[in-house]
């Protein structure tokens, strides 16, 4: 089984900050990546496929990179709305997700 | 729009049978792998298990191979998944999510709201 971390596991920030965050993968998993956003009480949403393809609806100030075992998700200037727990997943076998990283308000 | 309802979420006792459902609507089912995934209470996301778009291929996270069962009716547009030998650590909310593509190796772009599923005696 292919098992996933992520880094770091929670991460102050403010309104406007640049923000990543990283996805390390214990085998290739080629591009095989896809980033969620999961609020308090809500089922998650996709973000990014294929380790750098924007959803539809998903705003431009998200963007995702990698290949192989490492990968990151970076938000370009932190929104009010963006602050929430977000799990990468990689689907090249059978689907696994990472612990997850929660984003607050500094 | 794509929805996605479960239901079939309840209190049940360890070692015993539950069967959760999903209504789909809003897009061409039979196109689409499906998969339930699960979080329980405060903890992350765990792919549970997957089928593709024709039934011919299923998979299970080792957690649950052996006793859930993923079943799909394209006729009705919607997904199943039959558990046995519940244990106390399958207590989460389970989420019902369409494939992006045909395969179950595809991300997940639609999710339910979910259901609870307690397991205790």
């Known amino acids: 089984d292919i098992q996933m971390t992520q880094s770091p596991s929670s991460l102050s920030a403010s309104v406007g900050d640049r923000v990543t965050i990283t996805c390390r993968a214990s085998?290739?998993?080629?591009?095989?990546l896809s980033w969620y956003q999961q609020k308090p009480g809500k089922a998650p949403k996709l973000l990014i496929y294929?380790?750098?393809t924007l959803e539809r609806g998903v705003p431009s100030r998200f963007s995702g990179s990698g290949s192989g075992t490492d990968f990151t998700l970076t938000i370009s200037s932190l929104q009010p709305e963006d602050f929430a727990t977000y799990y990468c997943q990689q689907s090249y076998t059978a689907p696994s997700f990472g612990p997850g990283t929660k984003l607050d308000i500094k | 729009e794509a929805l996605l309802v479960e239901s079939g979420g309840t209190l049940v006792q360890p070692g015993r049978s539950l069967r959760l459902s999903c209504a789909a609507s809003?897009?061409?089912?039979?196109?689409?792998?499906m998969h339930w995934v699960r979080q329980a209470p405060g903890k992350g996301l765990e792919w549970v298990s997957g089928?593709?778009?024709?039934?011919?291929?299923?998979v299970y996270a080792d957690s649950v191979k052996g006793r859930f069962t993923i079943s799909r009716d394209n006729a009705e547009n919607s997904l199943y998944l039959q558990m046995n030998s519940l244990r106390p650590e399958d207590t989460a909310l389970y989420y019902c999510?369409?494939?992006?593509?045909?395969?179950?190796?595809?991300?997940?772009?639609?999710w339910g709201q979910g259901t609870v599923v307690t397991v205790s005696s």
């Open positions: 089928i593709s778009w024709n039934s011919v291929t299923l």
């Open positions: 085998q290739s998993i080629n591009f095989f």
């Open positions: 999510a369409k494939g992006r593509r045909s395969g179950p190796n595809d991300p997940m772009d639609v």
């Open positions: 809003g897009f061409l089912f039979d196109d689409y792998a």
């Open positions: 294929a380790a750098s």
